[in-house]
């Protein structure tokens, strides 16, 4: 739950930094999307994600899951508009600079 709940704060800080609303966040792709992607072992970023506290590298090939390569986007994004995106950036850190996710947890 916290780290759903800090997940939207930063997806709210850049979306406010983009000159949108706060509010737009507690919507189906806010707040519905985000859970969807957490906690459904159908979702491709879930899998992922799985598979990466079990030690696996993530895939990068053609089936790879959206949150791979919207992690090195977002990264740059948030860096180029100044937000703060701890947790983006620690997804960013294990998936593109090989940081164990141990680590980058801590």
Known sequence: AALITRGLAEM????VQKGGRAATITGLAGVGDLVLTCSSTLSRNYTVGK???AGK???VGKAVAEGVITSLALHRLAEQLGVSMPISEAVYQVIHGGVPSKQALA
């Open 12 to 15: 709210a800080r850049l979306i």
């Open 51 to 53: 598979g990466i506290a």
């Open 57 to 59: 590298a993530p895939d």
